[in-house]
């Protein structure tokens, strides 16, 4: 059985998630020339970013409600750190490293990105409080027209 987390755990990891999804974004923005893409990548790096702005006062809160004790089901914790062992978005070294990294890659991985992240916040569905349920249940419809985005973008480049 893997590690059991803290509802405080949780709500780090997705600030994590967030953080590590606005680094890719921006850092693709730098390399990529088609305005069509520069636009798509621009808007999901703002989206990550109020994400972020969400789970931290999620965080805030948790915390001066003196959440740290509320554990996670061992099941519901073994999914999630399966998720977050994969760190739901790489690492910049790991992808900038490949010499072969160009636009196909790049959307082809925005979508498993996107995916790996409804997967957490629909796992976050069962551990957060009632109070936060609607704020997740918005992250996660806007991640799924995150995905929705970025196919329209793979199939208007066609790649």
Request: no cysteine.
């Amino acid at each position: 059985m893997g590690e059991s987390y803290l509802g405080i755990d949780v709500l780090s990891m997705a600030i994590e998630i967030e953080k590590t999804g606005i680094q890719f974004y921006e850092e693709f923005q730098k390399k990529i020339k088609d305005d069509k893409v520069l636009k798509v990548f621009e808007y999901l790096a703002e989206e990550e970013g109020k994400h972020l702005d969400t789970f931290e006062e999620m965080l805030e809160k948790a915390k001066r409600a003196g959440v740290n004790n509320s554990f996670i089901e061992p099941s519901t914790s073994d999914f999630i750190n399966e998720l977050i062992s994969g760190r739901v978005f790489p690492t910049q070294e790991k992808i900038w490293r490949n010499e072969s990294f160009g636009l196909k890659e790049a959307i082809q991985l925005a979508l498993t990105l996107e995916k790996d992240s409804v997967l957490f916040f629909h796992e976050m569905l069962n551990v957060t409080s009632h109070h936060d349920i609607d704020l997740v249940k918005q992250i996660l419809d806007e991640e799924r027209d995150h995905l929705l985005r970025i196919l329209d973008l793979k199939r208007a480049l066609k790649v």
